[in-house]
C-alpha cells in the first residue's frame, strides 16, 4: 500500500476503536496510541514530500515558467494535465477520486489577452490539490481554433463587469467639407464660413455576461491518462464552446436566456436578393461603403452557399472562380470567404466583424468532479469547461445581412 491507502487504513481503524469509548482494553489503548503516532508520522512523511515534488517541479521547469502552470505554445488541455493541481491529487490519489466530494479545479487565463490575472480561495473540498491557482502569468494564445472562423474575426478582450450599457453607433452622416473664411455673421452653409456639423445615429443596447458550458462523463481510466484528457478537453470540450459561441454570435436571440446576435440587432444593415449570389454580394458591398463606409473585412456564408459559389459556370462549362485546384482562401469581389454551418441556407453576413466584441468576464475553467448519487461505485467523474463572456455589437452599420435566394 502507498502512504495514502495506509493513511486510509489507519484512519479506518482509529474510527472503529474511537466507537468502542470507555471500554477499550489496555491492549486496544496501546493500539490507539499507535495508530496516532503512525498517523501523525504519515502526514508529516506526506506533507514532505509534497513540498519536495513542487520543488522538483519547480526546478525542471524551463526558465520563465511558473510552478502553477507551464507557459509556452500549449493547448487548454495540455496545461490542464501539467498544471500542479492535477498533479498533486494523482501522487495523493492514484487510483482516482476516492471521496463523494472529490474536486479538481484549475482556472486559466483570459482568451484574447492574456493580461488578466485571476485570483481565487482555495475549493474547501479536504482534498489535497483541489484549490486554484492564484496566478498565471505569461501565457500566450489561450484556445487554438481551427482557422479562419468568425471567431477568429472578431475582437476578444476581457470585462470586470457581468453586465453594462454602451453606445451602438447605427449610422453616421457625414457632413464634411471645405470651408470659406466667414466676412460676416450672417452666413449660412460652408462658403459663408459656417463650419459643418456631422451626425451620429446612437441608441443604449445592454450588454450581459452569460454562461457557456459543456460537460462529458469519464472514466477513472480516463481522468489518470494524460492523452486521454487532453483529447476530451481539446478535442470535444472547448470545441463545443467555441462552436456554441459562434452560433450565439450570429444567431442570439437577445431574450434573457441569451444576447443578441448579428441576426437579431437592430441597427444591421440588409440586403435583398438581386439576380443571383454573386450580384447581390456586389450589391451588399457597395451598400456597406456607401451607408457607413465600411470595406468588407469577410463574408460568413452556409457551406452549400459557398459550394454554389464555387462552382459557378459560364456557358462552356469552365468555372466563373478559381476552380478545384485553386490555392489559398477563397474570395468573392476581393473579399475573404468563411463558413459557417449556424448560418441558413440562402443568408451571409458581410462586413467588419471585428466591430464585435467579446468580453471574458470569468476565464475558461476546467474542472472534475464526481459529486453523483453512483458516479463512486461506477469509477466514473463529470468533467466540465465553463466561462462567462458577454458579448457587444458596437457598430451594427458595418455589418450587413444578404439574402442569396429568392423568398
Same mark, same amino acid.
Given at each position: ?38 498517523i501523525?508520522q504519515?502526514k ?42 492535477v ?32 485570483? $481565487? +480561495?482555495? #475549493? ?6 483541489? /484549490? ?5 502569468? !505569461? =501565457?500566450? *494564445? ?24 454602451y ?37 443604449t ?7 457557456? $458550458? +459543456?460537460? #462529458? ?6 481522468? /489518470? ?5 487532453? !483529447? =476530451?478537453? *481539446?478535442?470535444e470540450l ?28 437592430t ?24 451607408t ?16 454554389? #459559389? ?98
Amino acid at each position: 500500500m502507498n502512504r495514502q491507502e495506509t493513511l486510509k487504513a489507519l484512519v479506518a481503524e482509529a474510527e472503529n476503536l474511537e466507537k468502542k469509548g470507555t471500554n477499550l482494553t489496555e491492549k486496544e489503548i496501546s493500539r490507539a496510541e499507535e495508530i496516532s503516532r503512525q498517523i501523525q508520522q504519515l502526514k508529516t512523511a506526506m506533507s514532505s514530500a509534497k513540498k519536495t515534488a513542487a520543488t522538483l517541479r519547480a526546478a525542471t521547469h524551463n526558465e520563465g515558467e511558473t510552478s502553477t502552470m507551464l507557459e509556452g505554445k500549449f493547448t487548454i488541455g495540455e496545461k490542464f494535465v501539467k498544471s500542479d493541481e492535477v498533479r498533486g491529487f494523482r501522487e495523493d490519489h492514484p487510483h482516482g477520486f476516492e471521496s463523494k466530494n472529490g474536486v479538481v479545479n484549475f482556472a486559466v487565463k483570459d482568451v484574447a489577452s492574456g493580461q488578466r490575472v485571476l485570483k $481565487a +480561495d482555495p #475549493l474547501n473540498t479536504g482534498i489535497p490539490g483541489a /484549490s486554484r491557482p492564484e496566478y498565471v502569468e !505569461g =501565457i500566450d *494564445d489561450l484556445t487554438y481554433r481551427k482557422p479562419r472562423t468568425i471567431l477568429d474575426l472578431i475582437y476578444q478582450g476581457t470585462t470586470n463587469s457581468p453586465w453594462l450599457q454602451y453606445r451602438q453607433l447605427r449610422a453616421v452622416t457625414n457632413n464634411a467639407s471645405i470651408t470659406g473664411e466667414a466676412k460676416t455673421t450672417t452666413g449660412t452653409d460652408a462658403k459663408g464660413g459656417l463650419k459643418p456639423l456631422s451626425t451620429l445615429t446612437t441608441a443604449t443596447a445592454d450588454a450581459k455576461a452569460f454562461t457557456y $458550458a +459543456d460537460g #462529458l462523463e469519464i472514466t477513472n481510466q480516463e481522468l /489518470s491518462d494524460d492523452g486521454a484528457l487532453v !483529447g =476530451i478537453i *481539446d478535442g470535444e470540450l472547448e470545441a463545443n464552446l467555441l462552436d456554441v459561441i459562434e452560433k450565439t454570435l450570429i444567431n442570439g436571440s437577445g431574450s434573457a436566456d441569451e444576447p443578441a446576435g448579428i441576426l437579431h440587432t437592430t441597427g444591421v444593415l440588409n440586403q435583398a436578393f438581386d439576380t443571383d449570389i454573386a450580384t447581390t454580394l456586389r450589391k451588399a458591398k457597395t451598400l456597406l461603403s456607401t451607408t457607413s463606409g465600411t470595406t468588407p473585412q469577410a463574408v460568413v456564408m452556409n457551406p452549400e452557399d459557398n459550394e454554389a #459559389l464555387d462552382l459557378l459556370q459560364d456557358k462552356n462549362g469552365r468555372y466563373l472562380g478559381a476552380g478545384p485546384f485553386a490555392s489559398g482562401d477563397p474570395t468573392v469581389w476581393s473579399i475573404p470567404r468563411l463558413e459557417s454551418s449556424y448560418l441558413e441556407k440562402g443568408t451571409a453576413i458581410i462586413g467588419d466583424f471585428s466591430v464585435i466584441q467579446l468580453l471574458v468576464y470569468e476565464a475558461l475553467n476546467i474542472a472534475v468532479f464526481n459529486q453523483h448519487k453512483d458516479y463512486a461505485q461506477r469509477n466514473l467523474s463529470y468533467i466540465r469547461a465553463e466561462m462567462r463572456a458577454l458579448q457587444m455589437i458596437r457598430k451594427p452599420a458595418q455589418l450587413c445581412v444578404a439574402k442569396l435566394a429568392q423568398g
